[in-house]
């Protein structure tokens, strides 16, 4: 079985200039986990869910905080960071454009490669999806599920 078989050729892409904030819009819209970025048609970059997730780490204390409702009342006087900063620093988040954080090395493969093929690049990398690039521009998505769907097809 070939890529070409399993690959969603309807590509939800995003563009580097998107914000953080309408890229997530736009996973969220369309229930996906990630998006390559494409600029002028071609590929540029690759963003997932797990990239934003990122976003929240807070750099200098090196957790990820997400409020409890106790926190919410507590955070006046919580000492890692005041709510106003807290709010700025989300805020910020949300307005950076995705270009500025999007993964540049893009893993992709080929429609006429086996699936796999694409099996192993994507246990290897430890990727869940793989642009479908042919002749330089992105033809189509391929993800695990999509392999699992196809193998549960044979």
Same mark, same amino acid.
């Given at each position: 079985?070939?890529?070409?078989?399993?690959?969603?050729?309807?590509?939800?892409?995003?563009?580097?200039?998107?914000?953080?904030?309408?890229?997530?819009?736009?996973?969220?819209?369309?229930?996906?986990?990630?998006?390559?970025?494409?600029?002028?048609?071609?590929?540029?970059?690759?963003?997932?869910?797990?990239?934003?997730?990122?976003?929240? @780490?807070?750099?200098? /204390?090196?957790?990820?905080? %997400? &409020?409890?409702?106790? *926190?919410?009342?507590? $955070?006046? +006087?919580?000492?890692?960071?005041?709510?106003?900063?807290?709010?700025?620093?989300?805020?910020?988040?949300?307005?950076?454009?995705?270009?500025?954080?999007?993964?540049?090395?893009?893993?992709?493969?080929?429609?006429?490669?086996?699936?796999?093929?694409?099996?192993? @690049?994507?246990?290897? /990398?430890?990727?869940?999806? %793989? &642009?479908?690039?042919? *002749?330089?521009?992105? $033809?189509? +998505?391929?993800?695990?599920?999509?392999?699992?769907?196809?193998?549960?097809?044979?």
């Amino acid at each position: 079985m070939k890529v070409k078989d399993i690959m969603n050729p309807d590509v939800v892409f995003c563009k580097p200039e998107d914000s953080v904030r309408d890229t997530a819009k736009i996973l969220k819209e369309n229930n996906i986990s990630g998006a390559p970025i494409l600029e002028d048609g071609k590929l540029v970059g690759i963003v997932s869910e797990a990239d934003l997730l990122k976003l929240l @780490i807070l750099p200098e /204390h090196g957790g990820l905080w %997400l &409020p409890s409702p106790f *926190e919410v009342i507590e $955070v006046p +006087i919580r000492e890692l960071l005041s709510w106003e900063d807290t709010k700025k620093m989300l805020s910020d988040v949300g307005t950076r454009q995705i270009g500025e954080m999007m993964k540049k090395d893009v893993y992709t493969i080929s429609p006429e490669a086996s699936v796999e093929e694409a099996s192993e @690049i994507m246990i290897r /990398h430890r990727i869940n999806r %793989l &642009p479908v690039v042919e *002749e330089g521009r992105v $033809v189509g +998505i391929v993800t695990r599920g999509d392999i699992i769907q196809g193998v549960a097809k044979i």
